[in-house]
């Protein structure tokens, strides 16, 4: 569910029309909604009780700071890959004891970084990380709280580009070999193991992975306690689908997720750790873009947006679907047409789709691209020397532009010249 739905013949955000902001901000923008953001981490909070847990919001899906906020507000920790992200989480008022800090190349300064500003629990991918890790905390008098990451080697089902958890997959450390690293990782003096980490993929649409992986950290938590670990957290990652096309079945619901969650692991009486991003932000967000023109080609026909494959690059870089639906609401029964819907960037890969059954459109004429919320904003870039879009978050009958659109002064005078020129 998300709070975009016509009113009065006009696409809305919550009580907003998107013509008003269109208006005060020009195309193409991003737009979020608080109330589908709110709604959404409340799912899983529900879905995960009564055990102990942190739902933790993956800020590479959307790392704006409100949106941080917004979660941060509610209580949700945040799972983080960089150092950027960590400052950003914390800059937005998200407490260090509850990020967690996961990435397969966490730096040694982005480590001190983490341990000297408060952190909940790094998610350690391999033996050479783990002993960095124990080098950078002894040093600081410190031990580094860790989990380690395992890949169980099951098949996620979803985009080859998206899976994590096949053995020839770059993340985490074979299954097989975790007692091993576990056992290394007790003896060194600047770690404190406090628990296991898992995370298949993204974009999952079935359970069945979940609960393959899932079962096999039971299995290895027995394992490792019998070892003689302390195991107290279970980080189970993120993944949970959305459903980006409207016409196809939905993907589970956080309910049923949870309820997974505790056939396979509530026995273990471990705290829960979970890392949504696209299903907490991917619904809450469209991006508005204008059709510069419309141009008659060979056989086809051409929808040239004011958006390009550097704001939303998400068709390009996976061929993935997006809902394109007019700001303006069809009238019953209107006559519709086939489009290549494409942006302005000079590379044939700037295509949002192909041959997208849409209603009649115009020059001027404003469209929405539906669950643009994660891996939109995040991914954008300058190409062409297009400037980042705005973003813009939505509360009830108010908005807010959160990210201004920067001047072509600002990005140019970005660039430095050396003394010779």
């Known amino acids: 569910m998300d709070h975009f739905l016509y009113r009065n013949g006009v696409l809305h955000a919550e009580d907003v029309a998107l013509t008003k902001i269109a208006a005060a901000v020009g195309t193409p923008f991003y737009c979020y909604s608080t109330a589908t953001l709110e709604r959404h981490f409340r799912l899983f909070q529900e879905a995960l009780a009564p055990l102990p847990h942190l739902v933790c919001f993956a800020m590479k899906s959307n790392s704006n700071q409100a949106v941080i906020r917004t979660l941060g507000q509610l209580g949700a920790g945040m799972d983080v890959v960089s150092g950027g992200e960590y400052l950003r989480a914390r800059a937005a008022g998200v407490p260090g004891d509850r990020i967690v800090f996961s990435g397969v190349g966490k730096t040694r300064a982005e480590m001190r970084q983490a341990l000297t500003g408060g952190i909940r629990q790094f998610n350690v991918e391999s033996e050479p990380e783990l002993l960095a890790l124990s080098e950078i905390a002894h040093g600081l008098g410190l031990r580094a709280p860790v989990a380690v990451r395992v890949n169980p080697d099951v098949d996620a089902r979803t985009h080859e580009k998206i899976a994590t958890g096949k053995s020839e997959n770059k993340f985490g450390i074979p299954i097989a070999r975790a007692r091993e690293v576990y056992a290394l990782a007790a003896r060194l003096p600047g770690i404190e193991v406090v628990g296991v980490d898992v995370h298949i993929g993204s974009q999952l649409t079935d359970l069945e992975p979940f609960r393959q992986a899932y079962e096999k950290v039971a299995e290895l938590t027995l394992a490792l306690r019998a070892d003689g670990h302390v195991i107290r957290r279970l980080d189970l990652g993120g993944g ?182």
């Open 240 to 421: 949970l689908g959305i459903p980006y096309e409207r016409s196809n079945s939905a993907p589970p619901l956080p309910t049923e997720y949870g309820q997974l969650i505790k056939e396979t692991l509530g026995h273990l009486d471990c705290e829960i750790e979970i890392e949504p991003g696209r299903l907490i932000s991917g619904n809450a967000g469209v991006l508005v873009s204008q059709v510069i023109y419309v141009k008659h080609g060979e056989g086809r026909d051409f929808l040239i947006l004011d958006a390009a494959m550097n704001d939303l690059m998400r068709p390009s870089l996976y061929g993935a679907h997006h809902d394109i639906v007019p700001v303006h609401e069809p009238a019953p029964g209107a006559a519709q047409q086939p489009y290549d819907v494409v942006g302005p960037v000079c590379e044939t890969g700037d295509t949002f789709a192909k041959q997208r059954n849409l209603p009649r459109l115009a020059a001027e004429d404003l469209v929405a691209f539906r669950s643009a919320g994660a891996y939109g904003a995040v991914m954008a870039s300058e190409y062409n020397t297009r400037p980042l879009v705005p973003e813009v978050l939505v509360k009830g009958d108010q908005f807010a532009v959160i990210r201004p659109r920067p001047t072509f002064d600002e990005i140019i005078n970005r660039d430095t010249m050396p003394h010779w020129l």
